[in-house]
């Protein structure tokens, strides 16, 4: 990969300093990325490391990155999936449709909520927490507006009120990645979120996909648990960090 690949314009513009992203570590080319990263007037690099790889982990802590989230993968096969219809615990009245164009922004707000604090952005606090908190927002803007970042975005409402929303990426004709979702306080934990993970998966099934997947903050109990109650396994961890340089 050439060094120039590893600036991320998204981060850079957000924060208004050079940022780039190296997802591709290992003991023989750390020290000279690091090297050159610096020498190109990058200020903050953010890398993601499978937790199995401690070695490399205290190695990059040794030159200056701090651990700022743990996430997981899941992933589960819908080839078998039997449809489940979910019924909220206590009413019956929630539908899910895709998203419509008036409603983009409700999402974007739901999200900036919901998110508040979240994500190691947030856990990075010489970064501007503002900016931390509007990636969220903007994730689910552009999830609703480009087919690059979410090719589906359910939403729940409970008659005509918006109670959350969940993304589907088609990645190829494999597999699909379930990414960003959220649901409104006053509508948590009555299966609202669930509802929505199995209408990802029968859109999953409707496009033949053999599996999903979807990443999730290791402490992010309530979702890790909707998750595995619905057949998904985790089958990896990562660590994210960052270093300023
Ligand atoms: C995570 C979130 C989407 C869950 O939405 P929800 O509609 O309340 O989810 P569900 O009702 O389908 O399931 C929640 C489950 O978590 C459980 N739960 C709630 N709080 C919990 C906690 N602190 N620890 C463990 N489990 C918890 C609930 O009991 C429920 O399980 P149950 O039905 O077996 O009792 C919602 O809390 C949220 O929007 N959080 C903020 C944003 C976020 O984290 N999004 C997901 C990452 S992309």
Redesign the pocket.
Same mark, same amino acid.
């Given at each position: 990969m050439k060094i120039e690949d590893y600036y991320s314009e998204l981060d850079s513009k957000r924060f208004g300093i050079n940022i780039a992203k190296v997802n591709d570590f290992n003991f023989q080319n750390y020290s000279s990325i690091l090297k050159e990263l610096k020498l190109k007037g990058i200020k903050l690099i953010l890398t993601r490391v499978n937790s199995e790889k401690i070695q490399l982990i205290n190695a990059l802590e040794e030159n200056g990155f701090r651990v700022k989230d743990t996430q997981l993968t899941l992933n589960r096969k819908i080839e078998n999936y039997e449809i489940i219809k979910y019924q909220l615990k206590d009413s019956n009245n929630i539908t899910i449709s895709e998203v419509k164009e008036c409603e983009i922004e409700i999402l974007g707000d739901i999200a900036y909520n919901?998110?508040q604090g @979240?994500g190691h952005y947030n856990m990075n606090k010489l970064l501007d927490s503002e900016e931390s908190n509007m990636i969220y927002k903007d994730w689910t803007i552009r999830s609703c507006r480009d087919k690059n970042v979410a090719d589906f975005v359910f939403v729940a409402k409970v008659n005509d009120d918006v109670a959350?929303f969940l993304t589907l990426k088609n990645i190829n004709s494999q597999y699909g990645v379930q990414y960003?979702?959220?649901?409104v306080e006053k @509508?948590?934990?009555?299966?609202?979120?669930?509802m929505l993970i199995n209408e990802c998966m029968i859109k999953g099934i409707e496009l033949n996909n053999n599996w999903q997947q979807t990443f999730?903050l290791s402490i992010? @109990?309530?979702?890790i648990?909707?998750y595995l109650?619905l057949g998904f396994k985790i089958s990896e961890s990562n660590h994210t960090m960052h270093c300023w340089l």
């Open positions: 919901a998110f @979240y959350g960003l979702g959220c649901v @509508y948590r934990n009555f299966g609202v979120f669930r999730l992010n @109990y309530p979702v648990s909707s109650k």
